[in-house]
């Protein structure tokens, strides 16, 4: 089975159906409400702007993870 690629309009929800051991990786960077309803329907884009976040690199982190595991 092909790895999933995660996108940045990806709401946080749809992330963490893929695979909930990606909540360390949100919360290591700083994103500490991922529980919260509103983020469920965030894209990563919007989660990482209002964080003050590099969304990029959460991509990579994330993205290497579902690669890797």
């Known amino acids: 089975m092909a790895a999933v690629t ?3 309009d990806m709401t946080i929800g749809e992330i963490l159906n893929i695979d ?5 990786i949100l919360m290591q960077a700083g994103m500490h409400c991922i529980g919260c ?7 990563l884009e919007e989660a990482a702007m209002v964080h ?3 969304c990029d ?5 994330i993205n290497e993870y ?3 595991k």
């Open 57 to 61: 690199g959460l991509l990579v982190a």
């Open 52 to 54: 003050g976040m590099d």
């Open 66 to 68: 579902l690669a890797n």
């Open 37 to 43: 309803p509103s983020s469920q329907g965030e894209s």
């Open 6 to 8: 995660v996108t940045k």
């Open 20 to 24: 909930i051991a990606i909540a360390p």
